[in-house]
């Protein structure tokens, strides 16, 4: 008989599963078989059926449970009493969790003894005993106790099996399980580090860089710590193009002569010392000098850290004068500045068609440049859509694909002449002194380096206030996607992709993607509720999701419970750096003072969507100057404007216009400590269904 508690705790006979009901009998099953083989006492058994709680005929239903469970196991197995409880003995029967221990460990011991394939064959073998989120259907009593260890042991197994595949040099068959396991895992350092050396052994290491960038910020946000020693590590060998260097031989080898970085690639240059400080460099020291002989500290992967040189010596000769022209770049490789695809994307067949038909078209086939603006509001998933689009085109720009985020981590746009700085080096030549400030001139060298290049640019979080036009390439073998709250037609072109809430489809199906298809099929309901209360922002569901990755003893009922109530459902909606209510605020800080004033005293009207007549009525304005104002807050994505159409609230043969708050924003606007005017009724009958139900039958 075979036992299963990676998983749904599960018993199956000749392949054939074992008809065990209810969550009690699968929670004493479990429990004894943790136990393995020892007496479990009454006392725990009741605590871990009942809890702080247990029935006055506690000893009467634990037996009941026991001959129950007896019985359907069979005489395969002992389930015997044991004063002061019960124990069971598994005879010839298979138990996952202890396989799963005896793999681990056998890898364990393979990884340490530098025996990395077989150490990666055993470690892989255990993980795939893992069925899914581990028992998943016990008691919450026995779930809050056992799942943190187990998820803490299988989390160590990933980083220990990602070492031996960095190990062997299979760096780019595991980033993309890298990059879901660091956004499953935020604050496991090693699973970060271990991404930034993959990321850089394939060429990307502006994507390493950002991918230590963000743990630096999570774990400040999160814990209020530095990075530690590992993670400092690997960002110095980073810096110092250590990263992919030969791991350390097996005992009893010689070790190998270091691999030199690949051709093209040369270490990133660490931030200039402040004044008054000796620059740090890699380089050995002068002649005549001692060089550092302290052992550097391990790298995952088995990289070594390049011992930096001393304080205190001179650095090493500044080249030729750079002249007027451009000069060689450090960075001098294909260009490859894309951040990492969101994971678990989802849905957006239609606008990933769009996308891929405008990325897939020839030069000269479009009346224009092929240049795309994907707008929203914020959280709705431009970001998301557009890398995932510059990823799957890839193949069709061999030139590179470059980015920049146009708004900084304050709100403030990024100042042009530096993204064109950082696109240069990328591009492969590095602005020289005199040029680096003036914006004409990079301009102008911009466009002549990429005018017979085949490149994606991805102009992110662009806004009014940010210069992109001196981004845009001129060459027609180029493609530009930007992303932002407002149109920027003008700069863009009339290719424009509005992106609505999703579907109560995709909106399941993201969820489901983010959560764990058990959780959401386990408790169809509740994920059905806490698709309706999320509103079809993409943004509030990957954060639903990742809070129930992240807590596997919470139901799903209890998250949507907690989602239900208005006045903390945004604060429900955030998790690590993942913020619905932050988001809200900065898109909300783009917009000019008006505009903000206009749209708080919208709020009057509530949820249900509204005309520019009833809008003029809530403002005091006229009905035109009413429209004006609506629809300047439509084009910046703070209201959806709903199609005209028979029955629309427009009139009769509905040829006005309607708006509505998403009802996420309608709350955080509500909760702003403001001054509001009291709601104002809508004149008339209400045409159509409030917001709050017509989102249950979702039409964006």
């Not at 026991?66 to 359907?72: P, Q």
């Not at 055993?122 to 187990?150: I, K, Q």
């Not at 209360?533 to 919470?554: E, F, K, Q, S």
Request: proline fraction near 11%; charge should be neutral; include cysteine.
């Amino acid at each position: 008989m075979d036992f299963q508690l990676l998983g749904p705790v599960e018993a199956t006979r000749d392949g054939h599963r074992v008809a065990l009901t209810g969550t009690k009998t699968h929670t004493l099953l479990a429990a004894l078989l943790l136990a393995r083989g020892q007496v479990v006492p009454d006392a725990r058994l009741s605590r871990l059926l009942w809890g702080a709680d247990p029935p006055a005929t506690m000893s009467g239903q634990i037996y009941t449970y026991v001959s129950r469970l007896r019985k359907l196991l069979g005489p395969e197995v002992t389930l015997e009493r044991r004063a002061p409880g019960y124990a069971l003995g598994t005879g010839d029967g298979r138990v996952d969790v202890l396989e799963y221990e005896r793999l681990d460990r056998l890898g364990r011991q393979a990884l340490q003894e530098h025996r990395h394939a077989e150490a990666a064959t055993l470690l892989r073998d255990a993980l795939g005993l893992w069925r899914g989120p581990v028992l998943v259907n016990v008691t919450e009593f026995l779930a809050e106790e056992e799942v943190p260890h187990w998820e803490e042991e299988r989390a160590t197994t990933l980083e220990n099996r990602m070492e031996a595949e960095l190990a062997l040099g299979r760096h780019e068959g595991v980033v993309a399980e890298l990059t879901r396991l660091v956004a499953d895992f935020p604050l496991r350092e090693r699973m970060r580090a271990q991404l930034m050396t993959a990321l850089y052994r394939c060429g990307r290491q502006a994507e390493a860089l950002q991918v230590f960038d963000e743990g630096r910020a999570v774990l400040a946000e999160e814990l209020g710590v530095d990075p530690g020693h590992g993670l400092r590590a690997a960002h110095q060998a980073l810096l110092c193009a250590t990263l992919d260097l030969a791991p350390p031989p097996p005992a009893g080898q010689p070790p190998a002569h270091p691999s030199p970085p690949p051709a093209g690639r040369t270490p990133v240059s660490p931030s200039p010392p402040p004044a008054g400080q000796t620059f740090v460099s890699p380089s050995l020291p002068p002649a005549g000098q001692t060089p550092v002989t302290s052992s550097p500290p391990p790298v995952p992967g088995g990289a070594p850290v390049r011992p930096p040189r001393a304080r205190g010596t001179a650095p090493a000769p500044e080249p030729a004068a750079r002249t007027q022209a451009m000069t060689p770049s450090m960075t001098t490789g294909t260009p490859f500045m894309t951040p990492p695809e969101a994971p678990c994307f989802t849905g957006r067949a239609r606008e990933r068609a769009a996308l891929a038909l405008l990325l897939d078209a020839r030069p000269g086939d479009a009346a224009g440049p092929r240049r795309c603006l994907i707008t929203g509001m914020a959280g709705v998933g431009k970001t998301a859509l557009a890398v995932h689009a510059l990823h799957a085109a890839r193949e069709r720009f061999p030139d590179g694909q470059l980015y920049a985020d146009l708004t900084g981590s304050h709100g403030t746009p990024e100042d042009p002449r530096e993204v064109l700085a950082r696109f240069l080096r990328a591009l492969g030549a590095e602005p020289p002194g005199p040029v680096a400030g003036d914006l004409d001139e990079l301009v102008r060298i911009y466009r002549t380096r990429t005018a017979e290049r085949r490149l994606l640019v991805l102009l992110d979080n662009a806004s009014e206030r940010a210069a992109i036009a001196p981004l845009l390439p001129a060459g027609p073998h180029c493609a530009v996607l930007v992303t932002g709250h407002v149109h920027l037609a003008a700069e863009t072109g009339p290719t424009v992709l509005p992106l609505a809430p999703l579907h109560r489809a995709e909106s399941l199906a993201l969820l489901t993607a983010t959560a764990g298809r058990a959780r959401t099929t386990a408790e169809p309901a509740a994920a059905e509720r806490i698709v309706e209360l999320c509103a079809g922002l993409p943004l509030a569901l990957r954060i639903a999701g990742t809070r129930l990755v992240a807590r596997p003893h919470w139901s799903v009922a209890r998250l949507a419970q907690r989602l239900a109530a208005e006045p903390t459902r945004l604060g429900e909606l955030s998790f690590g750096r993942l913020d619905v209510a932050g988001a809200l605020a900065r898109m909300l800080r783009r917009a000019d003072t008006e505009s903000r004033e206009v749209l708080t005293r919208l709020t009057a009207l509530g949820p249900r969507p509204f005309t520019p007549d009833s809008a003029a009525a809530a403002l005091g304005l006229t009905a035109s100057r009413a429209e004006d104002l609506v629809e300047r807050l439509a084009d910046a994505c703070l209201l959806e404007p709903l199609p005209a159409g028979p029955g629309a609230v427009g009139g009769p043969a509905g040829s006005g216009s309607a708006f509505r708050f998403h009802p996420l924003l309608l709350l955080h606007l509500q909760s702003l400590p403001i001054q509001r005017p009291a709601r104002a009724p809508l004149p008339g009958p209400a045409l159509v269904p409030p917001v709050s139900d017509a989102y249950k039958t979702w039409s964006p």
